[in-house]
């Protein structure tokens, strides 16, 4: 017996009439009397269980502690599945989505849902290096980015920081707000020419086009793309940041540039239309 069990009045008295029963369903047919029966000489009978003793009897055969026996089991397997997850994670360049990693594994969604946020809650740990994000729609293990400096100095292949212009950062900005727009409305908004750095955009792959727009001309409409959201660590477009902020980043980035605001520009834009 447990030195914590506590031997409850009511369930020892059920567990004894329980096995009573049972030893009456396993009695012996009666039959011929043995000899020690004849000579008249008493019968040596096994002691009956004490009440701890059923109560061990009754716990040894319960469900906890049946599922307690399998725990260790259970353990190894979900360790298994986790690093399965890390080696899937790793392995790939592109995000992975959820359920392009749960067919992998040949797992439900939602249980590879639960061991992805205990893979990224172990990675999240100062002893990692490594990191694994979700962004644009999926999973990706990367390096950490206080990391990246050191890095670069054993790892030539290694992409560098993506470094833009006033320009290409600042229609890039107005496109991920105003998406999907067209060529002239940006240069309404920037109030200058754009093409060449559209162009640029285009070439790292950071915009794309969306159709045309219905209107007379039928202008290109141009979007950002999912590597947009790899470049800048975005899960979405829900994450991007809000005009304010994007303005404080712009003058930190760029402190000597006199020119005017997005913020202020998208608003008089808005204000016109």
Same mark, same amino acid.
């Given at each position: 017996m447990f030195p914590s069990q506590r031997v409850n009045s009511r369930q020892?008295?059920?567990?004894?009439?329980?096995?009573?029963?049972?030893?009456?369903?396993?009695?012996?047919?009666?039959?011929?009397a043995d000899e020690d029966a004849l000579s008249g000489e008493p019968i040596e009978r096994a002691p009956d269980p004490t009440p701890e003793q059923l109560l061990i009897i009754d716990f040894s055969q319960s469900d906890f502690a049946q599922s307690a026996l399998a725990q260790p089991?259970?353990? =190894? +397997?979900?360790?298994?599945? &986790?690093?399965? *997850?890390? @080696?899937?994670?790793?392995?790939t360049d592109e995000p #992975? %989505?959820?359920?392009?990693?749960?067919?992998?594994?040949?797992?439900?969604? =939602? +249980?590879?849902?639960?061991? &992805?946020?205990? *893979?990224? @809650?172990?990675?999240?740990?100062?002893?990692?290096? #490594? %990191?694994?994000?979700?962004?644009?729609?999926?999973?990706?293990?990367?390096?950490?980015?206080?990391?990246?400096?050191?890095?670069?100095?054993?790892?030539?292949?290694?992409?560098?920081?993506?470094? #833009?212009?006033?320009?290409?950062?600042?229609?890039?900005?107005?496109?991920?707000?105003?998406?999907?727009i067209t060529a002239p409305e940006i240069m309404e908004i920037r109030g200058v020419q754009g093409a060449g750095v559209l162009k640029t955009l285009i070439d790292r792959k950071l915009i794309t086009t969306a159709g045309r727009k219905n209107v007379v001309g039928k202008p290109i409409l141009y979007k950002t793309t999912k590597e947009f959201l790899v470049q800048f660590g975005l899960r979405d477009l829900n994450e991007l940041p809000t005009l304010k902020e994007f303005e404080d980043l712009r003058r930190m980035a760029f402190s000597d540039s006199d020119e005017p605001g997005l913020e202020a520009a998208l608003d008089s834009q808005e204000e016109g239309q």
């Open positions: 020892l008295k059920a567990n004894t009439v329980k096995f009573m029963d049972e030893l009456k369903e396993h009695e012996l047919p009666a039959g011929p089991a259970n353990n =190894e +397997e979900g360790s298994r599945k &986790l690093a399965l *997850l890390e @080696a899937i994670v790793y392995v #992975l %989505t959820l359920e392009a990693i749960a067919r992998a594994m040949g797992d439900p969604q =939602e +249980e590879v849902r639960i061991l &992805l946020e205990r *893979l990224v @809650a172990e990675y999240n740990k100062p002893e990692h290096g #490594l %990191t694994v994000k979700e962004v644009a729609g999926g999973y990706k293990m990367a390096t950490k980015a206080e990391h990246h400096e050191a890095v670069r100095t054993v790892v030539r292949n290694l992409n560098p920081p993506l470094k #833009l212009s006033l320009a290409a950062l600042e229609t890039l900005a107005v496109i991920a707000y105003k998406q999907p």
